[in-house]
């Protein structure tokens, strides 16, 4: 079975601040890790995934992830916030053939002015 | 291009009635899903797609079917509304398992 922890319910930062949204998983085989934000009364829009290659992955609005195979860990970073960043944050997870996305349980960023 | 579109946004049932949930994308995709998602725990994969006419349960499939008759869209049918089942509900589609998933609106479920 494959997994997500999003080990924060709520991070708060300051604008101008780096911030680090916290993913941990499990699975079997090599996985396919992605992230998505969701802002109030929205769907969800994708922000960057990790499927091979360079463990540094830039996407969608500065953000960037590291994915580390030894921990298990594809945490979400931005070096400076904004308080448009202000959203509820789902990192995924998938494992190499499955067609089953799983998600965590989100955790709310609120960047303080 | 529209991407993935809801309809309704809020519908309000009565325990015991029944409603389709539609979802349709314009972007060719092969794989859709549906999700539920509920304060505090996430998505949870309901069902999915890989292509007109092939279906599979998720992980919380009791209490709904879903037809793909057409590579655009896939509707969701609640048989049998029940409490439990209010949530919101999230249509999304894929090129393929690797790539993103692009998701609908969402549709507001009340069931009393």
């Known amino acids: 079975a494959q997994s997500v922890a999003q080990p924060e319910d709520q991070v708060n930062v300051a604008e101008g601040n780096p911030l680090t949204v916290k993913c941990t998983y499990s699975?079997?085989?090599?996985?396919?890790l992605f992230w998505y934000v969701q802002y109030p009364n929205r769907g969800l829009q994708f922000l960057l995934k990790?499927?091979?290659?360079?463990?540094l992955v830039k996407g969608s609005y500065g953000f960037e992830a590291e994915f580390n195979k030894s921990q298990t860990s594809f945490h979400l970073k931005k070096p400076s916030a904004l308080v448009s960043d202000s959203a509820l944050y789902f990192c995924?997870?998938?494992?190499?053939?499955?067609?089953?996305?799983?998600f965590g349980k989100g955790t709310k960023l609120s960047v303080i002015p | 291009n529209a991407g993935v579109t809801q309809t309704p946004k809020f519908r309000i049932l009565k325990i015991g009635q029944s409603m389709t949930l539609q979802c349709t994308q314009d972007m060719n995709h092969n794989y859709m899903y549906w999700y539920r998602q509920d304060p505090g725990m996430g998505l949870k994969l309901i069902y999915y797609s890989v292509g007109a006419g092939i279906t599979d349960k998720g992980e919380v499939p009791n209490g709904y079917n879903v037809s793909r008759s057409t590579t655009e869209d896939f509707p969701l049918r609640l048989e049998l509304a029940a409490p439990s089942q209010t949530s919101v509900y999230f249509c999304a589609s894929s090129y393929s398992d690797f790539y993103e998933q692009y998701f609908g609106p969402g549709t507001r479920l009340t069931v009393t």
């Open positions: 699975v079997s085989g090599n996985p396919y």
């Open positions: 995924a997870v998938s494992g190499a053939g499955s067609y089953q996305l799983t």
């Open positions: 990790y499927i091979t290659g360079d463990n």
